[in-house]
């Protein structure tokens, strides 16, 4: 009762003002206790003494107890190797052949049993040491037995059965001591010889030795394949990978090398052991990647095998096409019963040999395409006799390339059936057959040696088709990639026509008929429109040329094709900037064929000017008017130069005119704008070129009319305040005073004495000495009257 009656008597603060308060004073202890650690800290350091150094660490190990071990064993095994050898070489003969037996024998057994006790002691590594030491001995006792017993026998069949039986005895002993990891990797290595010893002992017959070779590598790939032992599966591969190379590169030389369809056939069959072994490991092969690339390589090796009987029986001219052949059989393992990494190995295989033909007829492309550029220094000479002629005018025709059009119809087949089959690459593949039917209808003419016009027709086909693919194609890479291959096809057309003056002008027509009528397509319009006009300024050209005139006057003809342009861009905007850059170029090629007539030139520039003004209406062209005013002001130039006009102002005035229309123009829409930014152009254009020429001038009336024009230039300035006329006029008129004054004050500069000039600069320096000096007479004064305040 008392309590309560206690707490009702005292004051609390609310519950929230309560805890500010709490949080307030502990925020407070807890600094005040981070001090007093802090100078506690302090105090600890300078109260306790300096601890003593520690000790240096024991040296780190660079290498372990095992490896040392290991490293021990294999040197003590080498030295016991290399001493048997040296008492079987050296020594041998001073012990009779009882002692040397027993020699031999007891040293032998002695390696290879003592493995199986130390096994039991747990010495495992001791043990492989004088395994390897046992295995060594036994080499030597087949050397031994040889040199004392067998001496008749022939040496390299005696290393065969050696080795066979080596092989033998130690996968015996490393099986049945089951814990060693050396005897039966050297068992596998010692296989490695017999096959290929018994065919060298039975004669120098290189297919017997390279299928030795190639069984090896077939034994070797089924024991990599087959066994679950990391190091026996190692060296497998590594002898698989060694000898198989070595057999695949002798049967290729082989097959290369044969003369007649027996040679042919019998290194066809090494080459596609080969491709069984390859194809064996690719079915087998644990990991994808792997597979698929033993499966190409398999797959190469059936192309060379099959390829290369029919290179040995059938003209060189027909050795790729046969390859291409086996090439694209491979194609059938597609629906075969096969594992997917198989089937895709073949399929990249078949596409490697199609490369490889496309490319060894790739040549004879480059030729039919760029071979007509020669006719650019023989214009209008006479026309070939046949399309081969026309096209080697330049570059020779590549030997033995009779084939090569086949060659690229047979790959542009296939492509096409690839693209109907295949979802994912389609669009790469129909371009790419769209490329070689292309590449083979301009080939082939060429190589069947067609007359000259029959020729030009069958490539004026291969645009029209080229055009009618991209026009009805659907929007792919494949309709881009028709277009730009008729281009390249008129190119070479027009530049085969160059031999002919006929066949010049009814090219050059005819392509500017044929891509003004593919223009109409919308897809193709800027781009058929740009080579249209393009072939409309050759033609021009041509005809100028046909019909004697100069080239000057031909620019006259050529302007039509930029006008034409300008037009075209105005009514189809779809037409874009190719439209517009090609009779951009087309009026650059007119004042290059006008360049050398002057006022054919001033014509020329003044009617691009025309052109360009007209192109200059467009909202969206308006940049292009300073195009035109500068192709006006530049045919005026020529004009007057045309004339042996030669007072500057006839060439400034049509500048500076319309520079100050359009400042006045531009002053008018925005008053903020700067006199100098409206008018300095315009007027520097005039004044300065007019100001040097009457510096030069020794005559009055130029530097009369120039001061006279400053003068009003200066009092209009005045009049309304504005800084360009003011001061250009001014500098102007004071220039022109000075030039007029400069004869006077040259005879001025005589009459005065020499010692005048000094002296004037002497009195100059003098002021100047003088008002340096009061100016820091005055500032000593304020800094002492500074430091008197207080």
């Not at 650690?37 to 300096?50: D, F, K, M, T, V």
């Not at 032992?229 to 590169?249: E, N, P």
């Not at 025709?397 to 086949?406: E, Q």
């Not at 542009?412 to 994912?424: D, F, H, K, S």
Request: glycine share 10%.
């Amino acid at each position: 009762m008392a309590r309560a009656t206690l707490l009702g008597m005292t004051h609390l603060p609310p519950p929230a003002e309560e805890l500010r308060i709490l949080d307030a004073e502990l925020w407070q202890l807890d600094a005040r206790r981070a001090q007093l650690l802090a100078r506690r800290a302090y105090l600890i350091g300078l109260l306790q003494p300096a601890l003593p150094p520690a000790p240096p660490g024991a040296p780190r190990p660079e290498t372990t107890a095992p490896r040392v071990q290991n490293v021990l064993l294999a040197l003590g095994g080498v030295l016991l190797t290399v001493a048997a050898i040296a008492f079987t070489l050296v020594s041998w003969g001073h012990l009779g052949i009882a002692a040397r037996s027993a020699v031999l024998a007891t040293v032998t057994a002695a390696a290879l049993g003592a493995p199986v006790l130390l096994l039991k002691r747990g010495l495992g590594s001791t043990a492989e040491a004088l395994a390897g030491l046992g295995l060594a001995l036994t080499v030597l006792d087949a050397y031994a037995l040889h040199e004392v017993a067998l001496t008749a026998t022939d040496g390299t069949g005696y290393a065969a059965v050696a080795a066979a039986v080596l092989a033998g005895a130690w996968w015996g002993y490393g099986k049945g001591v089951g814990s060693l990891r050396v005897p039966v990797p050297a068992a596998l290595a010692a296989a490695q010889f017999p096959l290929l010893l018994w065919a060298v002992a039975a004669g120098p017959d290189p297919y017997a030795i390279t299928a030795a070779l190639l069984l090896t590598a077939a034994f070797d790939t089924v024991v990599a394949l087959r066994t679950s032992t990391r190091s026996l599966r190692v060296c497998a591969a590594i002898g698989s990978y060694g000898t198989g190379g070595w057999g695949v590169v002798a049967a290729g030389v082989l097959s290369l090398e044969a003369s007649g369809p027996s040679a042919a056939a019998r290194a066809a069959a090494l080459l596609a052991l080969a491709a069984a072994i390859a194809l064996y490991a690719a079915w087998r092969a644990p990991r994808q990647g792997l597979a698929v690339g033993v499966a190409v390589a398999g797959g190469l090796l059936l192309v060379a095998a099959l390829g290369g009987i029919p290179r040995a029986s059938l003209p060189g001219v027909w050795t790729v096409p046969g390859y291409l052949a086996c090439g694209v059989g491979l194609l059938s393992a597609v629906r075969a019963p096969l594992p997917e990494p198989v089937r895709r190995g073949a399929v990249r295989a078949s596409a490697a040999v199609q490369s490889l033909a496309v490319v060894w007829a790739l040549p004879l492309v480059v030729v039919a395409l760029w071979g007509p550029v020669g006719w650019t220094g023989r214009i209008w000479s006479g026309a070939p006799s046949d399309l081969r002629t026309a096209v080697t005018v330049w570059a020779p025709w590549p030997a033995d390339a009779a084939a090569a059009p086949l060659v690229l119809a047979v790959v542009a087949a296939v492509l096409a059936g690839a693209a109907r089959v295949t979802t994912t690459r389609r669009d790469p593949a129909a371009a790419g057959a769209a490329v070689l039917v292309w590449a083979t209808a301009l080939v082939f003419p060429a190589a069947l040696q067609l007359p000259y016009v029959i020729g030009l027709f069958a490539q004026g086909l291969t645009i029209v088709a080229a055009l009618a693919g991209a026009a009805y194609a659907p929007r792919t890479p494949t309709s881009r990639t028709a277009v730009l291959l008729s281009l390249f096809t008129a190119a070479g057309l027009a530049l085969l026509s160059l031999a002919s003056q006929g066949a010049t002008l009814a090219v050059l027509a005819a392509l500017t008929a044929a891509f003004a009528v593919a223009a109409a397509h919308p897809r193709l319009t800027a781009v058929c429109a740009s080579a249209s006009l393009a072939g409309a300024a050759g033609l021009a050209c041509a005809v100028g040329a046909a019909a004697g005139r100069p080239p000057a006057h031909t620019a006259l003809l050529v302007l039509v094709v930029p006008a034409a342009a300008a037009l075209l861009a105005a009514r189809v905007p779809r037409a874009g900037v190719p439209v517009e850059v090609t009779g951009a170029v087309a009026g650059l090629l007119a004042v290059g064929l006008a360049v050398t007539d002057a006022p054919v030139l001033a014509l020329v520039l003044a009617l691009c000017g025309v052109i360009a003004a007209g192109t200059a209406v467009r909202a969206d062209r308006r940049q292009v008017g300073y195009v035109a005013a500068a192709l006006f002001v530049l045919a005026t130039w020529v004009r007057l130069g045309s004339w042996a006009v030669g007072a500057p102002e006839a060439y400034t005035l049509p500048v500076t005119v319309p520079a100050l229309v359009v400042g006045f123009v531009r002053r008018r829409r925005d008053p903020e704008a700067s006199s100098w930014t409206a008018y300095g152009p315009g007027l520097s254009a005039t004044l300065v070129p007019s100001l040097l020429a009457a510096w030069a001038d020794a005559d009055w009336p130029r530097p009369l009319l120039l001061g006279t024009a400053a003068v009003a230039l200066t009092l209009l300035g005045a009049r309304h305040r504005l800084q360009a006329p003011l001061v250009l006029g001014g500098s102007v008129l004071v220039l022109d005073a000075l030039h007029e004054l400069a004869p006077y004050l040259v005879q001025l500069a005589g009459v005065l004495p020499r010692w005048l000039p000094p002296a004037f600069a002497g009195l100059l320096l003098l002021v100047l000495g003088a008002t340096y000096e009061q100016r820091l007479r005055n500032a000593r004064r304020v800094r002492e009257v500074l430091g008197r305040m207080r």
